[in-house]
Structure formats: structure tokens, C-alpha cells
């Protein structure tokens, strides 16, 4: 079983739709969670922190479940250029150990 | 640059051959870290070094992989004696502290391919 877990996708919404989707992780001794969205070809980048109390950012909301040990991300109101890889990334305590998970593609259509 | 600055953007080599791949991370990071990514997979990591100290390089998939970051600022990936499954983006994050939760900083990777 793999430490962290995503649901690949592709997710394919359309324009103004609400999508969510979940990111699980397996070590119960994981400190810190983030979100990073990953355009074609490009590199990671830091959508969100996700917090212990949840967090929203405009149109995103990160929630972090530690008893069922996973992390979520609600998108409203979806654009067309929400259209990404998401990347779910946990991290222990220790800095260095950061895993990320396979990424959910998500396409959003016209 | 404002950004981590990663050299080259593409490199083919031929299988045997030794590369090299630099990364200049975010003027003032402490911490840097190595990805390697696969097609269609996240990055798996390699190695961490905080400041000029490699803390962990546990994920190094073999002895061929070597990585310095002798200053403290600059760092040099080092593949020896290439192999097709090598082939792969690497990428180079920075942050600015030890703090777990701080997040990374991407450059935008070297893609490398052996033939």
C-alpha cells in the first residue's frame, strides 16, 4: 500500500460545477499537509496549506480528517483553468520526509 | 532570480554517460530538496540537505546517484553511468527554514532522457 493515496482520475466537470476529492495517507506520525497543483509539463506549485481547522482560499477549501487520516479539497465554481494535476503532499515531522501522492487529473470542460 | 533556477531544461545523454544537473535554489533557503518524477506519477523523492549537510539521502535509488551541496546555496545532482530508467524530470524545491511547515518552492525541473 502505497503512503500516500489519490484517486487519479481524470475528474471531468463541467465550467461552474463543485468537484472534491480526497487524498489518504498512511503514517498516523504525519505533521503537515499541503496541496500543489501541476500544470502539463510544468512544476509543482503550492495551491494551500491544509490546517488542522480547515482552511478556505476563495473558491478552495482544504479539510485535514486525522482520525480517518485523510485530506480533502472542495474546488467551486470551477474554471477552465482550474484544469490541473492536484497533488496531495504530507509531510513528518522529520523535514525530509515529504511524500507525494500520484496526483488527481482533473479537466474541466466548457 | 526570484525563483529556483534548474540547468539544463532537457538532457539527452546516451546510456554509460555521466550527467549532471544543477540547481541554484531561492537566495536564503535553507533547506533543498531532490524529486524525481515520473511520467504520469508524482515526485518521489531523493535526497534533503539542509544548508551544506545532506541530512537524508535515502532516497537516492542507487549508488550511481550522487548529489553535493558544498556551499550551502547551489546544488549538483549527480548521475553516474546512466541507465534507461533513469530517464525521468528532476526536480529541485527550496524552502526558507527547517520548519516542516513550510512549504517548497519548485524549479522547473531537468528533463532527462537516455538513450
Known amino acids: 500500500r502505497k503512503e500516500v493515496e489519490q484517486d487519479p482520475g481524470p475528474f471531468n466537470v463541467p465550467e461552474g460545477a463543485t468537484v472534491a476529492f480526497n487524498c489518504t495517507y498512511s503514517?498516523?506520525?504525519?505533521?503537515?499537509f499541503f496541496w500543489y497543483r501541476q500544470d502539463c509539463r510544468k512544476e509543482p506549485k503550492l495551491l494551500m496549506s491544509?490546517?488542522?481547522s480547515g482552511n478556505e482560499d476563495g473558491r478552495f477549501t482544504a479539510q485535514l480528517n486525522r482520525a480517518s487520516q485523510y485530506i480533502s479539497l472542495l474546488i467551486r465554481d470551477s474554471k477552465l483553468s482550474d484544469s490541473a494535476t492536484y497533488l496531495c503532499?504530507?509531510?513528518?515531522?522529520?523535514?525530509?520526509?515529504?511524500?507525494f501522492g500520484s496526483g488527481t487529473r482533473l479537466s474541466i470542460r466548457p | 532570480g526570484a525563483g529556483v533556477s534548474q540547468s539544463p531544461r532537457y538532457k539527452v545523454a546516451k546510456r554509460g554517460q555521466d550527467v549532471a544537473l544543477r540547481c541554484d535554489p531561492i537566495?536564503?533557503?535553507?533547506?533543498l530538496f531532490w524529486y524525481q518524477q515520473a511520467l504520469g506519477q508524482g515526485p518521489e523523492f531523493l535526497t534533503y540537505?539542509?544548508?551544506?549537510?545532506?541530512?537524508?539521502k535515502s532516497g537516492l535509488p542507487s549508488d550511481r546517484f550522487f548529489a553535493e551541496r558544498p556551499e550551502g546555496s547551489v546544488s549538483t545532482l549527480k548521475i553516474q553511468r546512466t541507465q534507461q530508467e533513469d530517464s525521468a524530470v528532476y526536480l529541485c524545491?527550496?524552502?526558507?527554514?527547517?520548519?516542516?511547515?513550510?512549504?517548497?518552492?519548485f524549479g522547473d525541473g531537468t528533463r532527462l532522457s537516455i538513450l
Open positions: 537566495s536564503g533557503h535553507v533547506s
Open positions: 540537505f539542509q544548508n551544506e549537510a545532506q541530512l537524508d
Open positions: 503514517n498516523s506520525a504525519s505533521q503537515s
Open positions: 524545491a527550496s524552502s526558507l527554514g527547517r520548519d516542516s511547515n513550510q512549504p517548497q518552492h
Open positions: 491544509v490546517y488542522s
Open positions: 503532499v504530507v509531510r513528518a515531522r522529520s523535514a525530509s520526509k515529504i511524500i
